[in-house]
């Protein structure tokens, strides 16, 4: 059974650019989460979708933004990149909400902003 | 409030020790504790979970002690090994049926020496 696929894994992006980052949930996994993890503020929730609709969104700047499909399938964007959007970006997945489900998580996709 | 307070920040035991790592909430309204194992390149893993309705759980060599009123939980990993080693994460979150949201801990590295 594939686990959660996230692309690209590493990215290099200049100041000001934007990104798009994907996620691929398990297959029949309906939830889709996103965190962001850095040494200083360690793991932070951004947002999950369920059902092409985000239902939860943590404390970050309108510049991050998702959206979700009819495959379940995830992308987040940040735009006007800055230089502490450096982080791993989390995608994690779940059969449904809550969390009674369980998360899976991928190996996440490494941004460098220069 | 919203927060998950995890010590220590970092562990060094010797093959076969019981490292234990702990973590603190204030929030009551919390009712679903994970803990996560997350090696170097990779996303975090689910190792163990816990409700508040128990004061502890076990799943091989991992135990989750819970306790309520000091609103306190923690990790023992039995007979470690060194491939234990790795960063253990605990979080917390609201709502069972309804949230996706999980709020995490700093992080523990633990270094298991042969």
């Known amino acids: 059974k594939a686990g959660v696929t996230q692309t690209p894994r590493y990215l290099i992006k200049t100041r000001g650019q934007q990104v798009t980052l994907s996620c691929s949930p398990i297959?029949?996994?309906?939830?889709v989460s996103w965190y962001q993890q850095t040494p200083g503020q360690g793991l932070q929730f951004l947002f999950e979708?369920?059902?092409?609709?985000?239902?939860n969104k943590g404390n970050f700047p309108g510049r991050f933004s998702g959206r979700q499909f009819s495959n379940s399938r995830s992308e987040m964007n940040v735009s006007t990149l800055e230089l502490g959007d450096s982080a791993l970006y989390l995608c994690?997945?779940?059969?449904?909400?809550?969390?009674?489900?369980?998360?899976?998580f991928g190996s996440g996709t490494r941004l460098t902003v220069v | 409030q919203q927060q998950v307070k995890q010590s220590p920040q970092s562990l060094i035991v010797q093959k076969g020790g019981i490292p234990i790592i702990n973590c603190a909430y204030e929030?009551?309204?919390?009712?679903?504790f994970p803990w996560y194992q997350q090696f170097p390149g990779k996303g975090p893993a689910l190792l163990i979970a816990?409700?508040?309705?128990?004061s502890e759980k076990k799943e091989g060599r991992f135990t989750i002690s819970f306790n309520k009123s000091a609103k306190q939980f923690s990790l023992h990993i039995m007979d470690s090994q060194p491939g234990d080693s790795a960063t253990y994460f605990c979080?917390?979150?609201?709502?069972?049926?309804?949230?996706?949201?999980?709020?995490f801990g700093t992080g523990t590295r633990l270094q298991v020496f042969p």
């Open positions: 994690a997945s779940s059969l449904g909400r809550g969390s009674n489900y369980g998360y899976t």
């Open positions: 929030n009551t309204a919390f009712d679903y």
């Open positions: 979708y369920f059902s092409e609709t985000q239902r």
């Open positions: 979080a917390a979150s609201i709502g069972s049926y309804n949230t996706d949201k999980l709020i």
């Open positions: 816990i409700r508040p309705d128990v």
């Open positions: 297959s029949g996994h309906r939830s």
